[in-house]
């Protein structure tokens, strides 16, 4: 089976070096070539035939963004993993490549003590993004020969593989009967995330009914930077969650990198809480927390979202939602960067409904108004009976 070709671009030698013999520790993996700078690898690109280019930031000549912005012109579809540091500036570079088509980021190991523990950690953190972004090199096509249907929404082919149930999406059928108020919604996301949300929150309406509730994986630092681009994008404002905030109608609020979010209802008053405690499906801030703890403080009262991301994160918290008489909607394959947690939880037959991203907004729209617009019409005709 054919291996994973990677092209490294990093100015630092010692970088190079830590990042080629991690991955070289894989044998799945193939470190093609390196490069010190964005013009270098822009040339070493057709020369290497790479499936993934990993691309540091900060880098003379010319930097990581402006090599993207020319990666992107002629290899519309080749997945690039940014390399940044965990710094306010990193983090708002980190972005803006996001924004500009990367795939997906990690942040440089520092501090971690030694070489052999700045391996291990490239290791654990690259290695699973390179191979949930390359799935299909060894299969049909690779990456950025595929096909020009179904692109995802950051102009990259899906690069995540289906997962069904017998062959086909088997959905979750809502009882209709019931029928539910809708009084929160809760979004959780992981790669691809930062351009999903934007695209979701653009087409929102500032007199957004219900509060929003995201989980997106992302450390300190991007979280509130990401909660204030979204801010500037779209109709109604995000914040990044503290501790003891008392949840508004028509306002969304973003897990703060290294601490799970939690919701509590308070006497019928939902409030946020955070906290440090062990990380669920490798993840801190985690899906899977805030969702469950959303099914306990509301019930059937909640409209779960699961977008693009790797992993599962998200599956157990949906069986809670599930299971509370809630919706589950999901970003489907063809539209998703990595169809890992949506892919999950379709699978598992929790989706109502499996829609593409340009779909979401207006779904959630929808169905949030028409189950208080509802609510709102019974009360009003209650209240009219009493006073006649």
């Known amino acids: 089976m054919p291996k994973i070709r990677v092209l490294v671009v990093d100015d630092a030698v010692v970088v190079r070096k830590i990042v080629t013999d991690a991955l070289s520790n894989d044998p799945t993996l193939e470190v093609v070539g390196t490069a010190s700078n964005g013009r270098l690898a822009l040339?070493?690109?057709?020369?290497?035939?790479?499936?993934?280019?990993?691309?540091?930031?900060?880098?003379?000549?010319?930097?990581g963004l402006e090599a993207l912005k020319e990666i992107r012109k002629v290899y519309p579809r080749l997945p690039v993993i940014m390399f940044s540091t965990l710094t306010e500036r990193g983090a708002a570079a980190t972005l803006d490549a996001l924004s500009l088509g990367a795939s997906d980021y990690v942040t440089?190991?520092?501090?971690?003590?030694?070489?052999?523990?700045?391996?291990?950690?490239?290791?654990?953190?690259?290695?699973?993004?390179?191979?949930?972004?390359?799935w299909r090199v060894g299969g049909v096509a690779r990456p950025h020969e595929a096909p020009s249907s179904g692109r995802a929404a950051s102009g990259l082919k899906t690069m995540a593989p289906p997962v069904t149930v017998g062959g086909a999406i088997r959905l979750a059928k809502p009882n209709d009967a019931l029928r539910p108020r809708i009084d929160i919604v809760a979004i959780g996301v992981s790669t691809g995330g930062p351009n999903a949300l934007a695209q979701i929150f653009q087409r929102l309406p500032h007199?957004?009914?219900?509060?929003?509730?995201?989980?997106?994986?992302?450390?300190?630092?991007?979280?509130?930077?990401?909660?204030?681009?979204?801010?500037?994008?779209?109709?109604?404002?995000?914040?990044?969650?503290?501790?003891?905030?008392?949840l508004t109608a028509g306002k969304a609020y973003i897990a703060p990198g290294n601490y799970h979010m939690v919701v509590r209802n308070e006497g019928g008053i939902l409030r946020l809480a955070t906290n440090q405690e062990p990380a669920e499906n490798s993840c801190r801030p985690a899906v899977d927390v805030l969702f469950k703890s959303v099914a306990a403080a509301v019930g059937g009262n909640t409209l779960a979202v699961i977008l693009t991301g790797m992993g599962q994160d998200g599956l157990r918290g949906c069986e809670f939602v599930a299971e509370a008489g809630g919706e589950v909607v999901v970003q489907d394959q063809m539209s998703s960067v990595v169809w890992g947690m949506p892919g999950i939880v379709a699978g598992a037959g929790l989706a109502n409904r499996v829609l593409p991203l340009d779909q979401i907004a207006a779904d959630i729209v929808k169905r949030v108004r028409e189950r208080r617009g509802s609510t709102a019409r019974i009360s009003a005709a209650h209240s009219l009976a009493r006073e006649a």
């Open 43 to 63: 040339s070493r690109i057709p020369q290497l035939n790479p499936d993934v280019v990993t691309l540091d930031i900060e880098m003379p000549e010319m930097n």
């Open 108 to 134: 440089k190991p520092s501090n971690v003590g030694s070489v052999v523990q700045a391996q291990q950690r490239v290791r654990d953190e690259l290695v699973p993004k390179i191979h949930a972004l390359c």
């Open 207 to 246: 007199d957004f009914p219900v509060p929003i509730v995201i989980v997106q994986h992302m450390p300190p630092l991007f979280t509130k930077l990401l909660a204030d681009r979204l801010t500037a994008e779209s109709p109604i404002k995000v914040e990044e969650g503290t501790a003891g905030s008392v």
